[in-house]
């Protein structure tokens, strides 16, 4: 397994931005899909936005199309994930998570096989 460590939660008024960081371990993270979901109190985790290590292409969940933006630093083994125009209900424990096989649809949480420990972002109304 990979190691994910996530940072750039915390408490943010409505209309602002926070970014998110996620560092891995390992030196093949270049050729990693990554995505990031999200947990709400009392609901599933959630996709919430994904990228290719092959071609750069980005994917949002519809929630958060654009207001979110995925991103990576290969050099820096870091994915971010830009969050602007926030509103109460993103308000969540959100998750980096690597896939090294390829194996699924990158909306589907069991594509991927190494996940952060989260970070709380609390959005206030």
């Known amino acids: 397994q990979v190691q994910l460590v996530e940072s750039g939660g915390g408490l943010v008024q409505a209309g602002g931005s926070l970014r998110l960081s996620c560092v891995a371990s390992g030196r093949t993270f270049s050729r990693y899909n990554m995505g990031w979901f999200r947990q709400a109190p009392g609901k599933e985790r959630e996709f919430v936005a994904a990228i290719r290590w092959s071609s750069g292409s980005t994917y949002y969940a519809d929630s958060v199309k654009g207001r979110f933006t995925i991103s990576r630093d290969n050099a820096k083994n870091t994915v971010y994930l830009q969050m602007n125009s926030l509103k109460p209900e993103d308000t969540a424990v959100y998750y980096c998570?690597?896939?090294?096989?390829?194996?699924?649809?990158?909306?589907?949480?069991?594509?991927?096989?190494?996940w952060g420990q989260g970070t709380q972002v609390t959005v206030s109304s």
């Open positions: 998570a690597a896939d090294r096989n390829y194996s699924g649809s990158y909306y589907y949480r069991g594509t991927y096989d190494s």
